[in-house]
């Protein structure tokens, strides 16, 4: 071993640096590079069921840290490492972008310490190293006068049967878009008057039950005389076999007259709640369930389904008659 590293000496090589690439190459070879943890990482969460888009920009994110560090072994990289990758995308201007790659590479390094193949997360050292985004929250009506305006134009909307009836269900379901948008009808209890929505759908992973008002049920039957032979509510008329995008539902409100700092789709969330509790006729427990705005305590949020279910039937009711004024 002596001759050797005098031998490599001699030829320039430095033996601890080399002594460190063989660590390396050994250390690979057992598949403790950053990229297999984070690949080991992956696979739980899609056990685990998360959702197809957030798996998706998971993968991205962390394909842009394999660039730089994915083959070096994840105990040895450490928060100068990582911050020269997140202030690649800041000199983007990708600050949002760079918040969430900080917040998955931690949750890979978390995982590294739990299966013991490093011993720390040196993306706690980098909190406030990053610039924060401006929170910019989506457009939402909240002024009586302009949500008769809206409701008014959505009915008298010339476009697509379809997309009308979407804008005025997403408005009385105030469910995000893509819980709506990607429905199918037999998620629906036309009996019962229910619309079960799997938890795969759903923001929080947890199944979502929202009460079908007469109006409702008055569109959704309207829908069904377009769309009933397909599987989904919405499907497109490009490619049937998926839903519409939420562009589809956009795109009508700018048809409209309505800009993108009035109103989006997503927003009619926010209408809802606004009115809601400006109402005072409802409790701030039973509307945040209405929303799907789960408690995090799961004892909790299981006592809030059934308890504020007969409540939530009848705010459903009053928000369709709202609409309708």
Known sequence: MRDEARANHAKGVDPGQLKQEQKRTAIEKGGNTFAHVAAAHVAKKVKEGLAEITLKKMRWILNM??????????????????????????????????????????????????????????????????????????????????????????RAYGGQVTTRIGLELLA??????????????????????IWNVPAPRMKSRKPHSVPLSSHALKLLNELKAQTGWSKLLFPSQRIPKNSISENTL???LRRMGFTADEVTSHGFRSTFSTFANESGLWSPDAIEVYCARQDRNAVRRAYNRSQYWEERVKMAEWWGEELNR
């Open 250 to 252: 956009n795109q009508a």
């Open 65 to 154: 840290a394999y660039a730089d560090f994915g083959n070096m072994p994840i105990s040895e990289v450490t928060a100068p490492i990582v911050l020269k990758t997140l202030k690649k995308r800041e000199k983007l201007g990708h600050y949002e972008t760079a918040k969430r790659m900080r917040s998955v590479i931690g949750g890979v390094f978390r995982y590294g310490i739990a299966t013991g193949v490093c011993d720390n997360d040196p993306t706690l050292a980098l909190k406030g190293a990053l610039i924060r985004p401006t929170v910019t929250h989506r457009a939402a009506i909240t002024d009586k006068d302009e949500l008769m305006r809206l409701m008014r134009a959505i």
């Open 172 to 193: 009385l379901f105030a469910t995000r878009p893509g819980e709506l948008r990607k429905a199918h009808w037999s998620e629906f209890d036309f009996e019962d008057c």
